[in-house]
């Protein structure tokens, strides 16, 4: 581009060019710096329960908790040998169960005798499942020989008898259990036996239908699973846990998450193909992982939270961790149950080829109905009964439970990582905040600490969601607001690993939030306001949705409701990600609490009148509004370049200057002036046989005439012709011209010749003009330059033209310039 500097031209190239594809390489996230950290000094004093008071047993051993559940305002807590009920509504100085039940083992002995530790043939209460509002089902490992029971949830006392807990329950503590019934049917996942090489997703306790299971001893179905989480979900039963890969065995043993479902009404198949199996089995991989030429994935699934609202849809939020021999790290990803529904669409996987990869089963090879649908719904909508599947799509599903692809998160990337720790459990409140629409995350994590994250603000109540809002990404927003350290060894004790946090249940009514160790329960409050005591600028920056700054009380916990107007002033911090509007009231000046609100603020000093649409103001995404500001940079520099192209021409070589005119030819000397000697003259050697002819010095010549001179010397010699007929014509006034080149100048002064114009070829030479005398009496012109007749005498004549030039040549000797003589003479 002509004209254009080259800095603004790469700078409008690189502005120009499109950014890096979507997925492509980006930098890995930060860990973020906590607002507050909150140490053991602190959490000292928050009440914790251990045990029993006088039980030696759990002196000695600890709790050894295994699982809490929050029904009808009591905690219940499962542990070793005891199930722990906790009044919600009690004094939050205080945690102590307020009744208890004592389910202990009585086959101790033969445990003992099976080669197991003293220590592991208790009774570990594993399953806590409500059977109904009144009654629910507790099943414990009971020496290794799981059984469960029904019980009161109000007085915790046996109903019916006993009931074998085998495929309901493990057999050892360490293993995994999730439980729930649906339908009045028990939906079980655990090991069927005492080995643990069994794996099972069990349906019983259902009156006038068949238990059903899943195939057994088929990697392809189930392998080496660990189940975290279970829930209904329209017609179908969702089952959250981790396995070692069958698709990925080439790379050795790689965790991965996975997500199964069944149908509610399946039976079974027929008696030929799946009799009381699964006929609705399938599972398809969770992808939770930083986007990039190269995905980084979090493998191991920790924790799922029951379905949430999570900016108008439901979704589950997953807790996930890197591989045991990894650097440690934790993400948290969100995922819509409609995105996991539409998966179950996707193609069926298979393996191929001798290296055994795994790829998509073409769609002209599956058999309709489709494998996996429910009977009586959809594609199979003619179809009574799972049993009355034809043998084919029977066969095809007892083959090909695996489903190609996986479910990606919302947004595409997590909401919040974080490494060099692991997390364990997760914890989620999408209620936070005045108007409910924050969330908040709870993390326990392996060393002790929990993390209290605030992710971004959902649609307000009376707001519109702006198209797209699901699908952005909310984890660029989240902040770290506080790192609570709660596990102190001297008041929590346990086995190896007791640092490690193994339950969080949250009471949002009480703002609280119970912690369980493997040797102790803590209950912690959701915020620490008081903290922050009578400073305004520190309670409002703490952005901690749980907190309001309420003259003169101070930094208080925030209401559940909001305000009415006229209660009184109080300003919300955790404003962060919100709406614009929420949290904001009359602006205060640093130094001005006392200034007047505008004639705009809310009456009565209430801070953030509430999101509306009238108070509602336009939202510009940051990284909208860096792309605009880039844009018309990159507008305007194109345009200046462009402009500036366009108005400058390039320039012309510069021409030499003009050569000043030759000094007038002085025909005659000023009268009365002294006779001047002529001066000097040298010669130069010329190219060929001339040479050139110039004054030897730069000495100065007699001043030109002046006007009035020449003009007397006019009249004189026209008043001579006349008297005298001579007939002399007047000579023509002084100035350049032709025959004016002819005679000899004295050299100006400087470097430059003035007598030849430079780069001009030589004038022609001319014939001397008639000699004329002036009459007796007239002034003597000062001789001019004279030159020698060929015969000796001198003859009057006129210079010829003078050339200069250069040449390579040596020097010659002068010779005597020649010239032809003037008409007239002999």
């Known amino acids: 581009m002509p004209g254009l500097p080259h800095p603004l031209f790469l700078l409008l190239l690189l502005l120009l060019l499109p950014g890096p594809p979507r997925g492509s390489a980006q930098p890995f996230p930060r860990d973020l710096v906590p607002r507050s950290t909150v140490g053991l000094a602190a959490t000292a004093a928050y009440p914790r329960f251990g045990g029993l008071r006088g039980d030696n047993a759990t002196e000695q051993l600890g709790l050894d908790f295994q699982r809490m559940l929050r029904l009808n305002g009591t905690l219940l807590v499962a542990a070793r040998d005891h199930i722990y009920a906790f009044d919600l509504g009690q004094d939050k100085g205080t945690l102590y169960p307020e009744r208890h039940l004592t389910w202990e083992s009585r086959d101790r002995a033969n445990c003992a005798m099976r080669g197991r530790l003293q220590d592991e043939c208790h009774n570990y209460i594993r399953v806590l499942v409500p059977r109904d509002a009144r009654t629910l089902l507790a099943c414990g490992t009971n020496a290794f020989s799981p059984l469960c029971r029904i019980y009161q949830v109000s007085s915790l006392e046996q109903e019916g008898e006993d009931v074998s807990g085998q495929a309901r329950c493990p057999f050892d503590a360490q293993q995994s259990i999730v439980a729930l019934f649906v339908d009045g049917s028990l939906y079980s996942a655990t090991v069927a036996d005492f080995q643990a090489s069994d794996a099972v997703i069990y349906r019983s306790l259902s009156p006038g239908r068949p238990p059903l299971r899943t195939l057994k001893y088929s990697s392809r179905w189930l392998q080496e699973p660990h189940f975290v989480q279970v829930l209904p979900y329209g017609p179908f039963v969702y089952f959250f846990f981790r396995e070692v890969s069958v698709e990925l065995r080439a790379m050795g043993k790689v965790l991965v998450a996975r997500v199964a479902r069944v149908c509610r009404n399946d039976s079974g198949g027929s008696a030929r193909v799946l009799e009381r199996r699964w006929t609705s089995f399938l599972k398809v991989r969770l992808l939770c992982g930083l986007p990039g030429d190269s995905v980084f994935t979090f493998d191991v699934l920790e924790a799922v939270t029951p379905p949430r609202a999570l900016h108008g849809r439901t979704a589950v939020l997953a807790l996930f961790g890197t591989q045991p021999n990894s650097i440690p790290g934790s993400a948290v990803c969100a995922f819509y149950l409609a995105d996991v529904e539409r998966a179950f669409e996707g193609p069926f996987a298979e393996p191929r080829g001798a290296a055994g990869a795994w790829s998509p089963v073409p769609e002209d090879r599956v058999p309709r109905p489709r494998p996996g649908c429910c009977a009586g719904m959809g594609p199979a909508a003619g179809i009574s009964a799972s049993g009355d599947f034809p043998d084919e799509t029977l066969s095809f599903a007892k083959e090909h439970p695996l489903l190609h692809g996986a479910v990606a998160p919302a947004g595409g990337r997590p909401l919040f990582t974080r490494t060099g720790t692991r997390l364990t459990r997760l914890a989620v409140d999408t209620g936070a905040g005045p108007w409910r629409n924050q969330t908040v995350l709870f993390l326990g994590a392996e060393d002790g600490r929990v993390l209290k994250v605030l ?271 001579s007939g002399l014509p007047l000579p023509p006034p002084p100035g350049p011209g032709p025959g004016s080149l002819n005679r000899v100048q004295p050299r100006a002064p400087g470097p430059q010749r003035r007598d030849v114009p430079p780069d001009s070829p030589p004038p022609p030479r001319r014939a001397l003009a008639q000699r004329h005398s002036l009459e007796a009496g007239s002034p003597r012109r000062a001789p001019a330059l004279t030159r020698m007749h060929s015969l000796g005498g001198p003859c009057p004549a006129r210079a010829p033209a003078l050339h200069r030039s250069c040449s390579l040549k040596p020097p010659l000797l002068p010779k005597p310039l020649q010239a032809p003589a003037a008409p007239g003479w002999p």
């Open 455 to 725: 992710l971004a603000a959902q649609q307000p109540p009376m707001g519109t969601p702006a198209p797209g809002d699901s699908d952005r990404d909310p984890g660029s927003e989240a902040l770290l607001l506080e790192e609570i350290s709660l596990y102190d060894p001297r008041r929590c004790r346990g086995r190896r690993g007791a640092s490690r946090v193994l339950g969080l249940e949250l009471h949002g009514p009480g703002r609280e939030l119970f912690v369980a160790f493997s040797g102790c329960l803590v209950r912690l409050p959701l915020a620490r306001c008081a903290q922050h005591g009578a400073c305004r600028r520190s309670c409002v920056a703490a952005r901690d949705p749980y907190c309001a700054w309420v003259p003169p009380a101070g930094c208080v916990p925030a209401p559940e409701r909001l305000p009415e107007l006229g209660v009184g002033p109080w300003r919300w911090g955790g404003s962060q990600g919100a709406t614009p509007g929420v949290g904001e009231g009359p602006r205060e000046r640093e130094g001005e609490p006392g200034r007047a609100p505008g004639p705009d603020a809310a009456p009565a000093g209430v801070h953030g009148p509430g999101p509306g649409p009238a108070s509602a103001a336009v939202s510009v995404p940051v990284p909208v509004l860096v792309g605009s500001v880039l844009g018309a940079f990159a507008l305007g520099a194109l345009a200046a370049g462009l402009l500036s192209a366009s108005c400058r021409r390039p320039k012309a070589p510069p021409e030499p200057p003009p050569p000043p005119p030759p000094p007038a030819p002085r025909l005659y000397p000023v009268l009365g002036a002294p006779p001047e000697a002529p001066p000097e003259l040298a010669l130069e050697p010329r190219r060929g046989p001339h040479r050139c002819l110039e004054p030897a010095g730069p000495g100065p010549g007699p001043p030109p005439p002046s006007g009035a001179a020449l003009e007397e010397l006019r009249q004189r010699l026209h008043g001579a012709g006349g008297a005298g007929g």
